[in-house]
């Protein structure tokens, strides 16, 4: 029996980084770096990059719920990011970097609520993730797609993505493909 794949979006400032460590979880069918939640139709990434579009930088994930749950998705997208800065990861600061989950239906949006209520004891400061339905979705230019993977010299990629997926691939080792 063939199951109904959903889909999550999440954005956790670069999208760059979000992608990559999904790319590698089983059950995740398709992955797409974009855009969501602003006014501007149809963005760019130049117009994301002033801050002024309203868009997060997000990853839209088609997921098998069979092979892989939306809280296992939670526990990743939380695991990759620090969800206590607000409009900022690290040195990527503004709107389009925040801690952001796009829920697709309401049972995803409580999903959502229970996760952080169980996690927020862990961190010091109060947990500013954004909660919002989904509205239109664009998607990155082509060349973000994939983008670790793609450009894995590249000095932001080796610098800062590489130890994250490295982290990633240790905490979630078995809900990988190799």
């Not at 697709?104 to 609520?113: L, P, V």
Request: glycine share 8%; aromatic share 14%.
């Amino acid at each position: 029996m063939m199951s109904k794949m959903q889909l999550a979006t999440f954005g956790g400032g670069c999208f760059w980084c979000i992608d990559a460590a999904f790319r590698k979880v089983k059950g995740i069918h398709k992955v797409v770096s974009g855009y969501s939640g602003g006014e501007t139709l149809d963005p760019t990434y130049k117009e994301i990059c002033t801050g002024m579009t309203g868009h997060a930088e997000v990853v839209q994930l088609e997921f098998d719920p069979n092979v892989v749950s939306y809280n296992t998705l939670l526990a990743m997208f939380f695991a990759l990011h620090d969800p206590t800065q607000l409009n900022r990861q690290g040195n990527d600061v503004g709107t389009q970097y925040r801690s952001v989950i796009f829920y697709h239906s309401d049972e995803q949006m409580a999903q959502a609520k229970q996760v952080i209520s169980e996690i927020k004891e862990r961190f010091q400061d109060p947990i500013v993730t954004e909660l919002s339905a989904i509205g239109a979705f664009y998607d990155a230019e082509r060349y973000h797609q994939d983008y670790f993977n793609e450009n894995p010299n590249q000095g932001y990629c080796s610098i800062m993505i590489a130890p994250k997926v490295a982290k990633f691939e240790q905490n979630f080792a078995d809900y990988l493909v190799y």
